[in-house]
């Protein structure tokens, strides 16, 4: 599965990467490189096999419905590039 | 001999007795940390003050207590990818900024109520993703058995501060062998434990499936300590098993009369270093001398893993690393509107190799190729972890080298991706299959570069694990020996 | 041409539980921005979710009111995307095994029943809020909403006028509010609605493009929108045109839909099994407690209402549409069987209560002006000719509050009525008396001042005579005077 341009630039943008043309290039070599290596897993037949889930196994570990923290909106906004009052502020979100 | 030179337990035992106060032995490594860190680079930042105060707590416990834990008033060291209260996060990226995290990960809080000291925060491959530290954004970290050389990653910083004497102990993380590849290149001992043993609360999540917290330590008794401490169920991480935990320690009894030791004939292929086949068949012997016998075992799959590691933990990672993107905390760049704020802020704050994993993982993802990618090598994982299930029908314990050669020089293999992949290939299917699995030294090459050992467990079997790397050690020197930090 | 319009419903609905889905902070609303807030539903780095229990419940609980099939094992999953009010930039959900499939809702239509079928419902975490800052370069996020939990149910593409879909948020929304899962509060953004509407030619099988429409605020809302709609695409189809899949949102000053500006065209949302969360059991002893708690449901109640109370379909409706409300007269009733005078005061002076102090805002009225027991021995007092239906009025005003039983106030203040034919026959005296000119009037043959003479009577006895008894005095008294 050769990996496109146009595949390279979708991806970015999902992943809200901005990339330079040379990492583009290099990118998509690598990728190719990679993705070629990983088309060894369609040698194995796995037509009956589960995916994984979980290494551990275990169930349900679920929590009672109680309140347990304490209200500390400095403690959280104390890294926050922007704030105004006690909320994050952020570049302008257009609807 | 410098007091920074004791493992954990002696320390513990001095301590104990008197003979030492934390603050002595605390004070012993900041200076060992001013003579070598400037050729080692094992640190990001180090806490001197806030160490220093938890000591002078320590030796004032340790006045009162008739029965002290192990870890009070020791000196460790954490790779910076766990998350300290106050003291800055960096996981080796820019794109943290100077992020001072308001909690302390599960593990922090467990060795800071053991009383242990807490040095400050190791190197490491940007978010945890490499095996040689030269990832990181800041500085590559040297290997103390030879500066021209990587101390193997991603907990390398770590693994380097141990072997440096900089620290008594530290702990790592292991996601496709970052505890246990930088251990076997640095000559010390690393464990990466069953997934779900320890928790993960407050470890900066790579791939959450495979992620695990380790101790890393002089000799094989101090993981066991420190593992004990670190160890059990937390209500913050679902995945963290409800199961007590083992005297780790009380289990090193040198005890491996018919043990079976499984060689599977995967793993001892062309390609491996000389001599480091020689050194893990010599030690393979040696175990055999104490009782042990050795069963020829196949793990068929074994070639998959890489594959397979390389798309479900890059499709993890890409989904974990989405909350960087400078809103609410780390570095922010300015762009024009929000799209363009979240691209810059993500483009300079990561490096490549990062970028590199989040643009595979949102590929292996992304709506057309989920079931190519993601969802078969799934299933691929299914079958390596079966051939486990298997293998452990016929042996007790798997044998084989940590790494297939030793240490690299710096700057020799960055440049070929796939080949720093290939050197995972002994690690990796542990962390697929959820093993706990030990690295200890057994051995030097001809250059004088440390050869790792792994022992790996079935399920939650730690204890014969340590058991089995303490037999061995017990009857060897290698954990004794000390790197001679030249000049660079 | 005949279209036939179709049309699905997705609604989420916030739930009632103490705290988030994920973690151990409030629900509670109305809390300074970012007060609601800890390192996990922040997204901060390290962390990691554990699914609330009672969350869970709520789902089993929705699943089997609705008929649904509850997954033995169901997973979460990671919706991926990146927003300022989303985090993690992923929203954990359900995907491919949600915790509920299959199910249905009977819709009463105008006395017609239509079955509403649902494909699922799963259980998320809700995203924070963005406000748009003063300054105008700038937005403000807010997450206390993040990490609130939400049951989103699906509806299959079933109904097929917006008057159907109305019906159906309705008894969706009642259902809810019986469960004690959801306030239902469309205004407040508790109980959200976006609908999913297509035409086709009648008769055909094959479906048409599917519109989605958000912003729909209210249930007017919902039905003025999809008849929009519906008209938008047939009159589209109509002239000619094409109809792309798109989203539309609601425009409420301008009562249309239009398109959204979005860019995003598809969203590749790149589902995947969340890793930090296991997947959750649910067995058959769990299905079967909560099976247990589950209350009587609405049609149920108001079926068994009608029958076993002898009310009409009305009052019935009335009583049962809000569950305390039911409870409420159930409660009053077994004090005293007169059930359809109490209907008539419950849905008639209690009702007037509730509205004017706003206590009907409440999911569930935790203080009632008047307590069930003392309405009923209010009704049972006039039953019994204690009081007049008149002084009861008087009565049930003074109750309000004062937790007082009517019998009671009724002492305090003197109210009883009076029935000794001797009171009463004074009281007609004096009014005739004080009254020769309509005397006169009613001997020279105006049966109108009757009427006049009784008012005068119910005056002089502040209401508290018996009014049969008061009639029949007056005529007798009134008859001998026409015969003096």
Not at chain 1, 57 to 80: G, S
Not at chain 2, 265 to 273: A, L
């Amino acid at each position: 599965m050769k990996l496109t341009r146009e595949g390279i630039d979708r991806v970015a943008v999902l992943a809200r990467l901005r990339l330079t043309p040379e990492e583009q290039a290099s990118l998509t070599e690598d990728l190719d490189h990679i993705l070629g290596y990983m088309e060894k897993l369609n040698q194995l037949d796995t037509a009956d096999v589960e995916p994984f889930n979980h290494a551990v196994n275990i169930e349900n570990t679920l929590r009672d419905d109680r309140v347990t923290n304490q209200p500390n909106a400095d403690a959280l906004l104390a890294n926050a590039p922007a704030r105004d009052a006690t909320f994050f502020k952020v570049p302008k979100i257009i609807e | 001999m410098s007091l920074a030179q004791l493992t954990l337990h002696e320390a513990s035992d001095k301590l104990r007795k008197r003979e030492l106060t934390s603050v002595e032995l605390t004070e012993a490594v900041y200076q060992r940390i001013a003579d070598t860190d400037d050729k080692v680079h094992a640190y990001l930042t180090l806490a001197r003050e806030a160490a220093l105060e938890q000591a002078n707590r320590a030796d004032e416990k340790l006045k009162q207590a008739t029965d002290p834990a192990p870890l009070l008033g020791i000196p460790i060291a954490l790779k910076d990818n766990f998350l300290t209260k106050g003291l800055r996060t960096t996981c080796a990226s820019k794109i943290l900024g100077d992020f001072i995290p308001p909690y302390d990960a599960t593990t922090v809080d467990k060795v800071r109520s053991a009383g242990a000291v807490i040095i400050g925060k190791t190197n490491l491959d940007e978010f945890a993703m490499g095996s040689s530290v030269e990832n990181s954004a800041f500085f590559a970290t040297c290997n103390p058995w030879n500066l021209e050389r990587i101390p193997g990653g991603s907990s390398g910083g770590s693994a380097a501060a141990v072997a440096a004497d900089e620290c008594i102990a530290a702990l790592g993380t292991d996601t496709g062998g970052s505890i246990r590849q930088p251990a076997a290149c640095c000559g010390i001992v690393g464990l990466k434990p069953t997934y779900g043993r320890v928790s993960r609360y407050g470890i900066i999540a790579f791939a959450s499936s495979m992620d695990q917290v380790g101790p890393m330590t002089k000799d094989v008794r101090d993981a066991a300590l420190l593992l004990e401490a670190i160890a059990g169920q937390d209500p913050a991480d679902s995945t963290s098993i409800n199961s007590s935990v083992p005297r780790y320690s009380a289990a090193l009894n040198g005890d491996i009369k018919g043990l079976r030791l499984g060689i599977p004939k995967e793993y001892f292929v062309s390609g491996m270093q000389i001599e480091v086949g020689e050194a893990v068949r010599s030690a393979i012997r040696e175990l055999e001398k104490h009782g042990a016998v050795i069963e020829e075992i196949s793990l068929p799959h074994t070639e998959y893993a890489v594959a397979v590691y390389y798309i479900v933990a890059t499709a993890e990672a890409s989904s974990n690393l989405a909350r960087y993107d400078g809103m609410r905390f780390g570095r922010r760049a300015n762009g024009k509107d929000l799209i363009e704020t979240y691209m810059i802020s993500r483009d300079e704050g990561f490096g490549a190799e990062v970028k590199r994993r989040i643009m595979l993982g949102t590929y292996a993802l992304s709506a057309g190729y989920y079931d190519a990618y993601y969802l078969k090598a799934q299933r691929v994982r299914t079958l390596i972890r079966k051939d486990f299930d298997a293998a452990f029908g016929r042996c007790d314990v798997i044998v084989t080298p940590t790494a297939p050669t030793t240490a690299f020089r710096l700057g020799e293999k960055t440049q070929d991706p796939l080949q720093m992949y290939l050197s995972d290939i002994y690690t990796i299917s542990i962390n697929l299959a959820g093993l706990p699995a030990i690295s200890l030294p057994c051995g030097f090459d001809g250059e004088g570069m440390p050869i790792g050992l792994q022992i790996i467990g079935k399920h939650f079997d730690e204890a014969t694990i340590l058991r089995v790397a303490d037999t061995y050690e017990r009857a060897t020197e290698w954990h004794k020996t000390k790197p001679r930090i030249q000049d660079r | 041409m005949k279209y036939e319009p179709i049309i699905g419903l997705e609604v989420h609905a916030q739930l009632l539980t103490e705290s988030k889905i994920f973690c151990g902070c409030s629900t509670k609303f109305g809390q300074e921005p970012n007060q609601n807030t800890c390192p996990v539903c922040a997204g901060f780095p390290g962390v990691l979710p554990v699914l609330n229990r009672r969350v869970v419940e709520f789902a089993i609980k929705a699943g089997l009111a609705t008929h649904c099939e509850i997954a033995r094992s169901s997973i979460l999953a990671r919706k991926n995307y990146f927003y300022p009010d989303l985090p993690k930039g992923y929203q954990i959900s359900q995907y491919e095994l949600p915790v509920c499939t299959g199910g249905y809702i009977d819709v009463d239509i105008d006395g017609t029943q239509k079955r509403v079928r649902l494909t699922r419902i799963h259980m998320e975490e809700d995203a924070g809020k963005n406000i748009h800052d003063a300054h105008g370069d700038a937005s403000l996020v807010d997450l206390n909403r993040a990490g609130v939990p939400l049951l989103e149910i699906v509806s299959e593409p079933d109904m097929r006028t917006a008057a159907e879909a109305g019906a159906y948020l309705r008894t969706l929304r009642q259902i809810l509010q019986y469960l004690e899962v959801c306030d239902g509060n469309m205004e407040e953004g508790s109980f959200r609605c976006d609908a999913n509407v297509s035409i086709r030619p009648a008769g055909s099988e094959i479906l048409g493009t599917k519109i989605e429409i958000k912003n729909l605020n209210s249930f007017r809302a919902v039905e003025r929108a999809i008849k929009f709609e519906i008209d938008r695409q047939i009159d589209t189809l109509s002239d000619g045109g094409t109809l792309i899949q798109q989203t539309r949102l609601w425009d409420e000053n301008r009562e249309e839909t239009r398109s959204m500006r979005s860019k995003e065209s598809a969203h590749d949302y790149r589902y995947f099994p969340d890793p930090d969360l296991l997947p959750l059991i649910i067995d058959d002893t769990w299905t079967d407690e909560v099976r247990v708690t589950l209350p009587e449901l609405p049609a149920t109640r108001k079926q068994r209402f009608a029958a076993e109370y002898t009310l009409p379909a009305y009052d019935a409706e009335l009583l049962t549409a809000r569950k305390d409300v039911a409870d409420y007269f159930e409660a009053a009733v077994k004090v005293h069987p007169n059930a359809k005078a109490l209907s008539n005061w419950i849905v008639g002076d209690l009702f007037r209560v509730l509205k004017e102090r706003k206590l009907d805002d409440q999911l569930y009225i935790s203080h009632w002006p008047v307590a069930a027991a003392h309405l009923a021995q209010l009704v049972q007092m006039i039953d019994h000719g204690k009081i007049t239906g008149k002084i009861a009025k008087t009565v049930f005003e003074a109750m309000l509050d004062s937790n007082k039983p009517p019998q009671q106030i009724v002492g305090e203040t003197g109210l009883e009525q009076v029935s000794d034919t001797g009171s009463i026959e004074t009281a007609i005296d004096q009014v005739l008396a004080s009254n020769p000119k309509q005397l006169a009037q009613y001997q020279s043959g105006n049966e109108k001042v009757f009427g006049y003479f009784v008012g005068q009577i119910v005056k002089a006895t502040q209401g508290r005579a018996n009014p049969q008894m008061v009639n029949e005095i007056l005529r007798e008294k009134l008859k001998t005077s026409v015969r003096q």
